[in-house]
């Protein structure tokens, strides 16, 4: 592997889209700390992975719907190992259902989760960033935060609050010479669609078939790289062209 001697934060790290973030990242030579909640099995994994090709790789457990966990933790990583160059907002969840019968606990544990995890990562971890004057921070949205999805009025809501969150924070950050940017990725191949209707689905996909998460992995890495220092507050779709 390369080294390069940046750290980044993945969340949701143990499986999916931000496995293959982390995957992907540590072959560029980035150092990784890759964040779960319970999945402690695939983040060990995913860390005898990167270390056994010669990167470094560090778990940290906690909840990014708790706030108070996550600022110690967070806070404890940045006093001992300095600021993140990176950060990739990635962990969420999804809650479907018509609205009418959508539950308080639909609700509540999608923004909780989606949403609220915006704060509760990147707040305790900005001011270090803005001190050293550089560094990237990626939001994982959502083609539904784009244009809404039937029985995903919970989750269009939180991913559109996201896209907003960011576009806002890059103004903020960048005479700071840290990039802000959100992907959006459409039908990826994760355990989140394992019961969407595919049969549906593929037909308004212009290219026809389902993404990877790898596919998604790739911008996200870009994003992450010097090449990328001119490109902020920008909403990027990785989605075959369904929109």
Do not use: D, L, R
């Given at each position: 592997m390369k080294q390069n001697n940046k750290i980044v934060l993945v969340t949701g790290a143990g499986h999916g889209i931000g496995r293959a973030i982390a995957l992907k990242a540590a072959k560029e030579g980035y150092s990784i700390v890759a964040n779960y909640r319970k999945d402690r099995e695939g983040v060990e994994e995913l860390i005898k992975e990167i270390t056994g090709s010669g990167g470094g790789a560090w778990p940290l457990q906690f909840d990014v719907t708790d706030r108070q966990d996550c600022k110690t933790k967070l806070e404890e990583w940045t006093?001992?190992?300095?600021?993140?160059?990176?950060i990739v907002c990635n962990a969420g969840i999804c809650s479907d259902n018509a609205f009418p019968a959508m539950t308080e606990i639909d609700w509540d544990s999608v923004i909780h989760t989606n949403l609220d995890g915006f704060y509760n990562i990147i707040h305790p971890l900005v001011m270090p960033m803005c001190r050293k004057k550089q560094g990237r921070i990626i939001t994982i949205a959502s083609v539904s935060g784009i244009i809404g999805n039937r029985g995903q009025v919970n989750y269009s809501a939180s991913k559109a609050g996201i896209i907003g969150a960011t576009k806002a924070l890059a103004l903020e950050l960048a005479s700071r010479s840290i990039a802000v940017n959100c992907v959006a990725p459409g039908v990826i191949e994760t355990d989140m669609i394992s019961r969407a209707p595919l049969d549906i689905i593929l037909p308004s996909i212009p290219m026809r078939r389902i993404g990877k998460p790898e596919e998604v992995a790739a911008l996200v890495v870009f994003l992450l790289s010097e090449s990328a220092s001119y490109i902020t507050r920008q909403v990027?779709?990785?989605?075959?062209g369904l929109i």
């Open positions: 006093e001992k190992a300095g600021a993140f160059w990176g990027i779709s990785v989605n075959g």
